[in-house]
């Protein structure tokens, strides 16, 4: 029989803070205080923007002109619509319900802006934003994005119409997720009706924690609410999860990249001479150009 994980700490969501005007989010890490830059490795920045309205505005909110260099940023919209641009030309829509999964790696520049219609008309806006770390070997690969769309997730239906697991990357049961990943880990969206019941088996050494993004669950026992986020001790096997109401639960389960850090701003590199050659970088025009 596994051991279920301990809980080793559940957190309630940090006071929010605004990401250009367009993304007002709680950041449960790194640099709460409480999960440092290290303890989620390889996830670095969980930014969680819960449920709210946006009022309709001609001029789309967002994010402007910023670069990225030596991980990977994951962007899932539970509500609302995001349009991004990048310095090589790639642009796209992340509709409600999809992810998209951009490996800035070697770098590049770009925008994140409220979807021009969802703008106009305002509504309901929810997301996560999730910065996954590359080991030094990758940090160089070239620039990419994975579109996941509604019907690119994989769904396993959980037994007596109780709801489904959507694998976003890493693999549940025999479903292996959409996206490809440069280092092991799941990535999952609980979608649960209430009074559903699932064990997951994730290994021990898996830096291992949960958002509660609707609704509220028993997880091994404890009951936590919307809007928590739960991280687990490296002890045990197997997280039993029981929905109190409809739940949507995001899972984050990786194995630790064992190197150094260096972050400033939007680059997470493995020395302080990488950071600075980072911004070099930007500043003589090597991610390219963008306008604002
Ligand atoms: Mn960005």
Do not use: C
């Not at 976003?168 to 880990?185: E, H, V």
């Not at 109401?245 to 389960?253: K, P, T």
């Amino acid at each position: 029989m596994k051991l279920q994980k301990t809980i080793e700490t559940v957190l309630a969501p940090p006071p929010p803070h605004m990401v250009g005007d367009g993304f007002r989010v709680h950041s449960f890490f790194p640099d709460n205080g409480l999960i440092g830059k290290k303890r989620m490795s390889p996830f670095f920045l969980l930014d969680y923007n819960a449920l709210m309205d946006f009022s309709p505005r001609k001029e789309p909110r967002g994010v402007g002109v910023h670069p990225h260099r030596g991980f990977e940023t994951v962007t899932i919209a539970y509500h609302g619509r995001i349009a991004h641009h990048d310095s090589a030309g790639n642009s796209g829509i992340i509709g409600e319900g999809e992810v998209q999964w951009m490996t800035a790696a070697s770098g590049l520049l770009h925008k994140e802006y409220h979807e021009a219609e969802f703008s106009r008309q305002g509504g309901p806006f929810q997301m996560v934003q999730l910065w996954v770390n590359l080991p030094a070997k990758y940090k160089t690969v070239a620039p990419k994005y994975q579109e996941l769309s509604v019907d690119k997730l994989v769904r396993v239906p959980l037994p007596d119409d109780k709801g489904e697991v959507e694998v976003i990357a890493g693999s549940y049961a025999n479903a292996k997720g959409a996206a490809s990943t440069f280092t092991p880990m799941h990535v999952y969206n609980l979608r649960l009706k209430k009074g559903a019941r699932l064990d997951l088996d994730l290994p021990a050494h898996y830096n291992t924690g949960m958002l509660i993004v609707a609704g509220e669950a028993n997880i091994n026992g404890s009951s936590v609410p919307a809007d928590h986020f739960i991280l687990f001790k490296n002890d045990g096997e197997m997280v039993n999860i029981e929905a109190s109401a409809d739940a949507v639960i995001l899972v984050l389960s990786g194995e630790p990249i064992d190197e150094p850090i260096a972050q400033y701003g939007p680059f997470l590199m493995n020395t302080w001479e990488e950071v600075e050659q980072a911004i070099t970088d930007v500043n003589a025009g090597k991610y390219g150009i963008l306008e604002e």
